[in-house]
């Protein structure tokens, strides 16, 4: 978590390159779960309490914007990964948060404690590969990379 607090202590720092939707409730955040399937690893659930989705500079991080899971769009996650797992049969204990351009996408794994951050190319057949050991050590990567691209 201490990756996470750095990462929300940086964004703090430069409130001009955040747009985020607003922390988000414990009951949405269950229903997210409850849509996908899964259990968000706390250093995500955090995130989505505290920032809900939304971007830092020009990297967006997707989350739980409302209820309506079924008819919404990107930054929504939950969204996102029903389309994906629907369209592209990605593996069902992930949940994409967050595409890099190319048709990858970063994902955060189920699980009650703190799981690798993976990333998938979908309808590739190809097994995720781990990118970093946690969502708060990628989370604060991205913000590090998006100040120091300024």
Known sequence: MSDYDEATE??????????????????????????????????????????????????????????????????????NTISLRRDEDIPADLVAIYATGDGEQLCVQSGSSETPMRAIWPGSGDEPEVIASDFGVWFKELVEGEIADR
């Open 10 to 79: 940086l964004i703090a720092k430069y409130p001009d390159l955040a747009d985020f939707v607003g922390p988000r409730d414990e009951a949405l955040v269950r229903a997210a779960e409850e849509a996908l399937g899964v259990q968000f690893p706390p250093s995500f659930r955090r995130f989505l309490r505290e920032f809900g989705a939304g971007s830092f500079g020009g990297q967006e991080i997707y989350g739980v914007i409302d209820a309506d899971f079924e008819h919404s769009s990107i930054p929504d996650a939950v969204w």
